[in-house]
């Protein structure tokens, strides 16, 4: 089993969760050429992918989904209110294959999967979890801060894919953003920080994560220098040590060379 990356910003998200033959796909935030391109990777092609999971209504995790749906059958799984708003502003077709996150026991794959809300500005945003028995994987992006369902879901978990989205001094200081967005981007239902991501990541290894990969960073309020050494200095000094307690990793803005996360 494998975790891919297939892109991973503030501009675009997809997450691929699967083997080569079948697979299921977290959101669909860049064009459905680069998210066909990524599954190749690592052998896999768009019938490979038995669902696509959809956490939120943003651009940035669904602007793929149009030409998806155009092109094939495959099944879209969100909150009801997120379906509705992709079909009212048109980002998927009329015929699309929806399906309501009710129905995620129905999906024919190797793990289990359910859905928890997280703290983000729309009215159904949500993290997955994987249940394969032995281990579990867990997905949360674009959230403000922890919350006691996000807790619950990712504690326990050997793999997390986690949000690290912005280094709060570069947020503060960046004459592009106005203070609207600054506020925004930092508030409760907003984005997890460097610092804020890197307290998680050591509660989540001090209950038995492994794998830590931080996504959703931003390209102009952050870096993955800056995020991974954020949260592994946070790490070492709470006495753990890479390779030994956890291992760390950032996904790509987009990933051109396969790199994945085995689990």
Known sequence: MKLLSICSSSKGNS????TRETGIAIDMGCSYKAFCEGLSAIGA????????????????????????????????????????????HGHITSTANLRSTKE???IDFDGEISCFPTPHDVEASVGYLFDFGAQKLGFATD???????????????????????????RLKS???????????????????????????????????????????????NNTPELAYIT???RLLAEGLETERDFTLNVAPVHNKTGEYISF
């Open 45 to 88: 092609d768009i019938n490979s992918v038995k669902a696509i999971l959809v956490t939120h209504e943003h651009t940035d995790h669904i602007k793929g989904l149009l030409t998806l749906t155009k092109r094939t059958n495959i099944p879209i799984y969100a909150k009801e209110p997120t379906l509705d708003y992709l079909l009212k």
């Open 143 to 169: 959230l403000g801060h922890i919350t006691d369902d996000v807790r619950k879901h990712l504690s326990g978990c050997r793999t997390v894919f986690i949000e690290a989205n912005y280094q709060p001094e």
């Open 15 to 18: 997450t691929y969760i699967g």
């Open 231 to 233: 949260v592994k200095n």
């Open 104 to 106: 995620l026991r129905e």
């Open 174 to 220: 960046n004459p592009n953003y106005p203070a609207y967005l600054k506020a925004r981007i930092s508030s409760g239902s907003g984005h997890l920080s460097n610092p804020d991501s890197a307290e998680f990541c050591v509660e989540l290894v001090k209950k038995g994560t492994v794998n830590l990969v931080l996504g959703h960073l931003s390209q102009e």
